[in-house]
């Protein structure tokens, strides 16, 4: 290939096909919270492990919507669960264990 | 009834012909056996049997590690000194009961002890009097010193004052656990009266054993009072025994009192491996356990195994809970996650695993001292441990932060200050550590000044146990390459992780309570007594979990008037922001944090004073009066020396 200096980003294209809804009921069962979040950021901005990695709750939430459990495992991987997101949601969201259930249920194959 | 009179007469005539067993005590059936003695046989040789298999199950469970060290406790002068020491003080005399609701602690030693000494007794009289049926099996060790009053003829003639002292003692004893057994009844009826607001749903086997144990003492008061004019009795048996013969004549009837008796103790061995009396004989081997120094490594099997078992389901922990402000919240106390783990029931056992708060007050105040946070952690582990995590940036973590901090020090000090994640979201607590630095004119490097990464804690607590070791690599690595001599922590949850897995050597971990309590005591800080009024608020981490509980008072002493919570120290309720339960929520939180506040502002503070980001935090949203942080208290209060 050709080196132009510049490369395609990535499709930004929401293919809704991928999006596992028996997966995310499964969620909404156990975290009805996760429909409460209203993508405001408090989480990724006050995160302790997201100054290292890209480590993001309310982009993970996004990225299961949009279906890419993949990215949103991605989001959460880095996790050290302190607590500091769940201090600090205004919607009193239990950020913790909701990232636990993310990666329980989507990582399970 | 006409045969046994006949064998009666035939030994007594024995006794009299025979001058060698002209002795105060004899054999009054010359079998030495009766069929009643039979339900006991029977329960008490499945116990025995049962215990016997449990032991060795438990033991089995158990890894070999542990087992060595359980060992090498069995025969260290120290471990069997206070194996003896917690033997008697816990299993015995409740003294845990005792020091907290002395009418409960009682009511559990008078049926604990009374009922060891009836027996100790028992075997005492029979090695004294008629040794022969203390030897073996066949001769009825087994059953003879427990009815031991059936089976001898005592000598009217010949009463010497040492077996008057000891028909007195058992009628003493009987009586005392009698009293404790009255008390048990209406401690059903009424448990307020005994201090207990709450108390257990006892279980179909916990019912049986509770009747059954109801009865024993009763019946055996009964029995002995109806043969008391043939074995002797005392101040209590005696009359009782005059009574019943002006009511039903010479010659009385004992025989269905005697089978009650034993069907009621066979009936109590058989229930008991089933029902909450297990703990009677558990404790024990949970003491030498503990005091071997086991930890919970499984949830259900080997120490933990013996921590379940030892549960009396007495439900002080429902009293303690904090979670107890909703009463549908009372069934995720310790009490019941132990009842379920023994029923293994694994979707109850997990619910009420994630729920708990983990403040560790159960623990503290259990009678038995039984490790449920522990086993909570352990359990956690089970289904949170194997998520996958990658905290491969870890490694770079301090790069830039440490490097900027040492580096403006140009030198290394000895002192370093670790804020934590949580202080870094109360920043007040942070420019007040800083300002009391700077007034003690101290050195000292900011680990995290530009952010850091968690302590492990939050981790550990939600059982992800190995993905917590490589965060505590990370802390630990940097800490001992920084050189420090101590480390002052502003978050109690940091603290009890640094003092309890970090495994520092040479450096000395401090809460900076005890890191400002120090510096006043040197005379380099010096704060000005004002005329507020505090109240100071154990945070779990703190007071129970790390027994600090006397350095914050002191200086909050010093500053104002401290006045008292209503319920303090061990007893402390938790401020309901604890990062201990994954899924509590938001609205129950509330209500535990309404609690909490509820007792801190017994006596009505200006002001309520706690040493922890996140209680400061919590409880900001719920006082009626300012939430301050300790340090920034003393900050505020220092005195400014002039040189």
Redesign the interface.
């Known amino acids: 290939m050709i080196d132009f200096g510049y490369t395609f980003n990535p499709s930004s294209r929401i293919n809704l096909d991928n999006f596992d809804r028996v997966k995310f009921n499964k969620l909404v069962e156990i975290e009805p919270d996760v429909k409460t979040c209203m993508a405001c950021g408090s989480c990724c901005a006050s995160c302790s492990a997201g100054k290292y990695t890209p480590t993001s709750l309310r982009s993970a939430i996004l990225a299961l919507q949009n279906g890419l459990p993949e990215k949103a495992l991605d989001f959460l991987k880095g996790c050290m669960l302190c607590g500091k997101c769940t201090m600090i949601c205004p919607r009193g969201i239990n950020t913790r264990h909701l990232i636990i259930s993310i990666t329980k249920i989507y990582s399970a194959k | 009834m006409n045969s046994l009179t006949f064998i009666l007469l035939q030994n007594l005539a024995a006794a009299a012909i025979n001058p060698v067993s002209r002795q105060e005590v004899i054999d009054r059936l010359p079998s030495e056996y009766s069929n009643f003695v039979l339900p006991f046989i029977i329960g008490m040789s499945f116990i025995l049997i049962y215990l016997f298999v449990g032991m060795i199950r438990i033991l089995y469970h158990i890894p070999g590690p542990d087992r060595k060290k359980l060992l090498i406790s069995l025969v260290t002068p120290i471990t069997i000194w206070r194996n003896i020491r917690d033997l008697i003080g816990d299993c015995l005399l409740h003294v845990k009961i005792w020091k907290r609701k002395p009418l409960l602690g009682y009511m559990h030693s008078s049926i604990a002890f009374g009922w060891f000494m009836l027996i100790v007794l028992g075997h005492i009289e029979v090695a004294l009097f008629v040794p022969k049926h203390l030897g073996s099996i066949s001769d009825g060790s087994l059953y003879y010193p427990i009815f031991y009053r059936f089976f001898v003829w005592v000598n009217p003639d010949n009463i010497t004052l040492r077996g008057s002292f000891f028909f007195f003692l058992m009628d003493f004893f009987l009586l005392y656990v009698l009293s404790g057994i009255a008390l048990a009844m209406f401690k059903r009826i009424k448990s307020i009266a005994l201090g207990m607001r709450h108390t257990t749903h006892p279980s179909l086997a916990d019912r049986v054993a509770l009747y059954c144990l109801w009865a024993i003492f009763p019946l055996r008061l009964l029995a002995e009072s109806f043969t008391a004019d043939l074995s002797g009795g005392s101040f209590l048996t005696k009359p009782m025994n005059m009574l019943f013969t002006s009511f039903f004549g010479k010659g009385l009837n004992f025989m269905p009192t005697w089978w009650a008796y034993s069907t009621a103790l066979g009936l109590f061995f058989l229930a008991m491996p089933f029902s909450r009396y297990m703990h009677i004989v558990t404790e024990a081997l949970l003491i030498l356990f503990r005091n071997a120094g086991l930890k919970v490594r499984k949830p259900r099997k080997g120490f933990a195994e013996a921590e379940i078992y030892s549960c009396s389901s007495c439900g002080l922990c429902l009293d303690a809970c904090p979670m107890n402000m909703q009463k549908k919240n009372l069934k995720y106390s310790s009490v019941y996650f132990i009842r379920f783990l023994r029923r293994h029931n694994t979707k109850k056992i997990n619910a009420i695993a ?1 729920k708990c708060l983990m403040c560790g007050k159960c623990y503290a105040l259990c009678p038995v001292s039984i490790d449920s946070p522990a086993i909570r952690v352990a359990q956690r582990a089970t ?2 441990n194997p ?5 491969s ?2 490694k ?2 301090y790069h830039n932060s440490t490097a900027e901090s040492v580096g403006s020090n140009k030198s290394k000090a000895d002192i370093m200050y670790f804020a934590g ?2 202080s ?2 109360t920043p007040v607590i942070i420019k007040s550590m800083q300002g009391i630095f700077k007034a003690a004119g101290v050195k000292y490097i900011f680990a995290d000044e530009g ?4 302590c ?1 804690r ?2 550990m607590l ?1 059982g ?1 146990l190995d ?1 917590a070791k490589e ?1 505590i690599k990370a802390n630990k690595k940097m800490i001992e390459e920084s050189g420090c001599k101590t480390l002052v922590l502003t978050c109690p949850i940091c603290y009890k992780v640094f003092k309890e897995e970090y495994n520092l050597k040479n450096i000395n971990i401090l809460h900076y309570t005890q890191y400002i309590d120090s510096l006043i005591n040197q005379g380099v800080l010096e704060v000005k007594k004002g005329g507020k009024s505090f109240v100071y608020h154990d945070p779990c981490d703190l007071g129970r979990g790390s027994k600090i509980y006397e350095e914050p008072r002191r200086i909050l002493e010093g500053i104002g008037e401290l006045k008292k919570a209503s319920k303090e120290r061990d007893e402390s309720v938790c401020c309901g ?1 604890s ?1 201990g339960s ?6 129950d939180r509330g209500q535990v944090t309404e609690g909490s506040v509820e007792t801190l502002m017994a006596n009505n503070p200006d002001e309520i004073v706690t040493a922890c980001p ?1 209680c400061y ?1 919590t409880f900001g949203e719920k006082s009626p009066v300012p939430v301050k942080d300790i340090a920034s208290v003393v900050c505020e209060n220092l005195v400014t020396k002039s040189n």
Do not use: S, W
Request: overall charge positive; glycine content about 10%.
């Open positions: 994630q289904f949170n998520l996958p995590y990658n905290y940036y870890l770079d973590a994640c949580m870094h979201l952010g850091g990464i968690c492990g939050p981790l939600a992800k993905a965060v922001g990062l994954l899924t509590l929520d938001y609205k996140l935090k």
